[in-house]
C-alpha cells in the first residue's frame, strides 16, 4: 500500500484564478477534464448505524478508513469501488472496477456474490458489511479540476460546488435532487509521494494558507 502526502486548502476566488494560471503553465491536466477543463465526481460513502467513519473523522482518530463507491460525468460505464486509509497524517486509497450492475445488487443489499469475487477489495468490503455492517449512506457530488506534475508524482486537485444528496443513495439517477452543502469556499488539495517540488510549492505557497481537515463526507452529514 503506497502511502502519499495530503494537504488541503481553503482558497477564495481571487486565489483560484491566480493559481489555476499558474498551474497550467506548470502541470498537464488530468486526462479525465472535459473542454472547461474539469470534470463532475459522484461518490457513494458507506458507513455503518453508529455512524463509525463519520465520528472517527470528526474526532480525528489517527488511523481510519472509508470506503465510497466513484464514477465520473455520469459515466455508468467506468465505475471504481475505493477504500481511502489515513495513518499518521498520510493518506493511501486503493480501488477496484465495479459494474452498474454490482453496484446496484449492492444497493439492493444482494451481497452474497461479492464474497466470491475476485477483487480482495470487493470481498473486504463485503467482510465489513457483514462484520461492521457497513451500508451505502450517501452520495455527494461536486466539480473538480486536477493537474499532474511527475516528479514527486504530484496532483494538485480543485474542486467546488460540493453538493450532497441527503439520504439518497440512488447512484445512477442523473436528476437526483442534490443541495448545497454550505461551503462555499474552494478547496485546494496537494498531494504527493516523498517530496513536493519547490516549483510546485511556490505556487499553491502552502505556508501561506489555512490547512484544514475538510471532508467532503462529513460536511454533507450536516443535513442528517
Known amino acids: 500500500m503506497n502511502f502519499r502526502h495530503e494537504h488541503k ?7 483560484y484564478l491566480m493559481i489555476r494560471s ?8 488530468d486526462a479525465n477534464t472535459n473542454a472547461d477543463g474539469e470534470y463532475q465526481i459522484r461518490s457513494l460513502y458507506f458507513d455503518n448505524y453508529n455512524d463509525t467513519a463519520l465520528q472517527e473523522k470528526i474526532n480525528g482518530i489517527n488511523h481510519r478508513e472509508k470506503f465510497r463507491i466513484r464514477c465520473y460525468n455520469n459515466n455508468f460505464s ?10 499518521n497524517g498520510l493518506c493511501s486509497k486503493l480501488k477496484t472496477p465495479i459494474t452498474r450492475e454490482q453496484t446496484e445488487a449492492i444497493l439492493s443489499n444482494k451481497t452474497a456474490w461479492m464474497g466470491k469475487s475476485e477483487s480482495p477489495l470487493i470481498v473486504e468490503l463485503y467482510s ?8 451505502p449512506k450517501t452520495i455527494v457530488d461536486y466539480m473538480r479540476e486536477a493537474y ?9 486537485t480543485i474542486d467546488r460546488d460540493v453538493r450532497t444528496g441527503l439520504f439518497s443513495t440512488d447512484m445512477f439517477n442523473t436528476n437526483l435532487p442534490t443541495v448545497q452543502t454550505g461551503v462555499s469556499q474552494i478547496l ?3 498531494k504527493y509521494d516523498n517530496f513536493l517540488p519547490e516549483v510546485i510549492s511556490n505556487i499553491v505557497q502552502l505556508d501561506g494558507r489555512r490547512q484544514t481537515a475538510f471532508s467532503k463526507y462529513a460536511v454533507s452529514r450536516i443535513f442528517g
Open 9 to 15: 486548502h481553503y482558497i477564495n476566488y481571487l486565489d
Open 22 to 29: 499558474k498551474l497550467k503553465a506548470i502541470m498537464k491536466p
Open 78 to 87: 467506468f465505475i471504481n469501488l475505493e477504500k481511502k486509509s489515513k495513518i
Open 128 to 135: 465489513k458489511m457483514k462484520s461492521g455492517h457497513l451500508r
Open 148 to 156: 499532474i506534475y511527475g516528479p514527486g508524482n504530484v496532483r494538485v
Open 188 to 190: 485546494l488539495e496537494v
